[in-house]
């Protein structure tokens, strides 16, 4: 059986990529193709603490704050990735490593070097669709929530995710405009999706469009 395909949904905090995760699979369904939708960090024990510490507030060491993530996507490989793949369907992950490079990699000064690293351990996106606002666009939009920021979501530190996710580059990154409302940046993703991979995929109307 043929190998399946891993897109990730990519970028900063309020950039859309719940919404567009949920959508794009929609659209790869209704083309036909058995999709696997799953988020990083994961339901498990690191990716829980991770949440829990986040939504507190709290940020740890960033050593220990990486390795909190690299634990969590080991097991998110082993239970559902991995799996996925060698089964043949297509997994639409709402991050992965890309976030780590952009996000611990601007806390440990070196994105590129972190990015490498995820490279050698982790397999590899088909494509990897990363989601590009401004910052003030995704704060705002974070703010539309009606919770409490979390530790990832301060101005600053926004500012530097941002412009290390920018410093990336490979073949399989694909930047995707995503100001504008929800369908648009929908037709966008769907649009790289099949100019990409070749995929029969069209969007899906939805709420905003």
Known sequence: ???GRLIAVEGI???GKSTQTTRLAEALRRAGLDVVITREPTGGPHGQEIRRRAAAGERLP???ELELFLRDRDEHIRGVIGPALAAGRTVVTDRYFLSTAAYQGARLGDPEALLRRCEARFPIPDLALVLVAPTEVGLRRVGLRGEAR???EEEASLGDVARAF???ERPWIVRVDATGSPGEVH???VDAV???LGLPVASVPG???
């Open 194 to 196: 099949a100019a990409r």
């Open 62 to 64: 960033a050593d220990r």
């Open 150 to 152: 979390e530790a990832f």
């Open 187 to 189: 037709r966008r993703l």
């Open 13 to 15: 905090d309020g950039a």
């Open 207 to 209: 709420a905003g469009d």
């Open 1 to 3: 059986m043929a190998r």
């Open 166 to 168: 920018a410093s990336l």
